[in-house]
Nanobody, 124 residues
Framework: VQLQASGGGLVQAGGSLRLSCIVS????????MGWFRQTPGKEREFVAG????????SYADSVKGRFTISRDNVKNTVYLQMNSLKPEDTAVYYC??????????????????WGQGTLVTVSS
């Protein structure tokens, strides 16, 4: 399983970015997906998750109302639309596969496969 994240970059506070993650697996539509982020010296943290059919989503409190996770099971792609970005959103963002169709989980250890990360920098 390979994941390729893209869409990161430099944006001013208040701006928007859309991250994409293409997953090379035939069974993409069978698994929950998640986005995480990490800054230097800090643990990787859950940002958003989406169920295998896209019917359920979960968000960290810090991004609720600003970020939206979605997926296209035909394109094997999961997205993270980030609006009203803040400097504290600056991080490397990772997409990940949770080999389950059960409840969306927020713990890093539940996710089996990870992308390489894409850097998001929000300037003030």
């Amino acid at each position: 399983v390979q994941l390729q994240a893209s869409g990161g970059g430099l944006v001013q506070a208040g701006g928007s970015l859309r991250l994409s993650c293409i997953v090379s697996v035939h069974t993409f539509g069978m698994y929950n997906m998640g986005w995480f982020r990490q800054t230097p010296g800090k643990e990787r943290e859950f940002v958003a998750g989406i169920s295998w059919r896209g019917g359920s989503t979960s968000y960290a409190d810090s991004v609720k109302g600003r970020f939206t996770i979605s997926r296209d099971n035909v394109k094997n792609t999961v997205y993270l639309q980030m609006n009203s970005l803040k400097p504290e959103d600056t991080a490397v963002y990772y997409c990940a596969v949770h080999l389950s169709r059960a409840t969306i989980l927020t713990g890093v250890g539940y996710y089996a496969y990870w992308g390489q990360g894409t850097l998001v920098t929000v300037s003030s």
